[in-house]
C-alpha cells in the first residue's frame, strides 16, 4: 500500500516492528475495531508506521557510516572486485569465497583477494576454523542489524 501511493519507493517499512512494542494495545485496537470504533486501530497503525519508519531510518544511517568508514579503510584499484564485495556486505554480512565467486563472477583466487583485503583491514573477521569451508563476517554490520532487532523487540 505505502509503495502503491508512492510513499516510499524501493523501501519495505516492518510495520510489524512497531506493533511488537505495544501487543496489549495492538490487541486493545483490534477488539475496538471489532466493536465499531475504526479510530483505535488506524491510531495504533499510524504510530507502528511511524516507530518502524524511524527504527529504519536509523538503521539506514548507521548501515550508511559502516560503508562510509569501510571506503575510508580499503586501497585498492577502482574495478577491484573489493568495491563489489563492499557494497554487497550491506544485504549479505557472512560471505565465503564461493558467494564472492558466484555473485560476482570472478575466479576463485580473485575472490580470496577480495576477502583476504578486507581481512587485512578489519572490515571482515573469518569465524570459521581451519583451510576448508572458511566464512567471513562483517562485526559492524552485524552489529547494526542486532540493534536494530533489540530496538523493536517486543516490548509488552
Known amino acids: 500500500m505505502l509503495r502503491r501511493a508512492e510513499v516510499t519507493e524501493r523501501v519495505t517499512v516492518p510495520l ?3 506493533l511488537l512494542t505495544d501487543t496489549a494495545g495492538y490487541f486493545r485496537s483490534l477488539d475496538a ?3 465499531g470504533d475504526v479510530e483505535a486501530i488506524v491510531r495504533s497503525l499510524t504510530a507502528a508506521t511511524f516507530h ?3 527504527g529504519g531510518r536509523r538503521l539506514v544511517d548507521e548501515l550508511s ?9 580499503v586501497v585498492a584499484r577502482s574495478d577491484s572486485v573489493v568495491w563489489k564485495l563492499l ?3 550491506v544485504a549479505q554480512p557472512v560471505v565465503d569465497n ?4 558466484n555473485t560476482f563472477a570472478v575466479s576463485e583466487i580473485a575472490a580470496q583477494r577480495a576477502i583476504d583485503k578486507l581481512t587485512e ?6 569465524t570459521s576454523k581451519g583451510r576448508r569451508n572458511r566464512v567471513w563476517q562483517a562485526e559492524e554490520i ?10 523493536i523487540r517486543r516490548v509488552r
Open 65 to 73: 557510516d559502516v560503508r562510509t568508514e569501510y571506503t575510508d579503510r
Open 142 to 151: 552485524l552489529a547494526a542489524l542486532d540493534d536494530f532487532a533489540d530496538g
Open 52 to 54: 518502524a519508519v524511524e
Open 33 to 35: 475495531y471489532r466493536a
Open 16 to 18: 510489524s516492528a512497531g
Open 98 to 101: 564461493a558467494y564472492v565467486r
Open 121 to 126: 583491514v578489519g572490515i571482515v573477521h573469518q
Open 87 to 89: 557494497d554487497a556486505l
